[in-house]
């Protein structure tokens, strides 16, 4: 059985930082493209950042970039998702996800196969 687990979120002010993680078991992790999505109340799930399988490859939304880094263990089988000056914006639910698509495909929900709960990130002026 697959599973992924975030944690990491919570409540933070603006312009601060927080470390999303998300340790997943059940799939051969180091073959495995990661991504993180999230989800603004009233809103589309969004892409924010995936990763490649050996960790050399990233891409990011417009958005977070030069403010997020995500980046892997391959041994810990765990996902990060460093987040730097966040802004108000950037409140929702984030979640982790697991693909085998190709890089053309890493910013489409739909191209994801397994998901996990999600946490809470909330920013606060």
């Known amino acids: 059985q697959v599973q992924l687990v975030e944690s990491g979120g919570g409540l933070v002010q603006a312009g601060g930082s927080l470390r999303l993680s998300c340790t997943v078991s059940?799939?051969?992790?180091?073959?495995?493209?990661m991504g993180w999505f999230r989800q603004a109340p009233g809103k589309e799930r969004e892409f924010v950042a995936a990763?490649?399988?050996?960790?050399?490859?990233?891409l990011y939304a417009d958005s977070v970039k030069g403010r997020f880094t995500i980046s892997r263990d391959n041994v810990q089988n765990t996902v990060y998702l460093q987040m730097n000056s966040l802004k108000l914006e950037d409140t929702g639910v984030y979640y982790c996800?697991?693909?085998?698509?190709?890089?053309?495909?890493?910013?489409?929900?739909?191209?994801?196969?397994?998901w996990g709960q999600g946490t809470q990130v909330t920013v606060s002026s």
């Open positions: 059940g799939l051969t992790f180091s073959t495995t493209t």
């Open positions: 990763i490649s399988s050996s960790g050399t490859i990233t």
């Open positions: 996800a697991a693909t085998y698509s190709p890089i053309t495909q890493w910013t489409t929900r739909g191209s994801y196969a397994y």
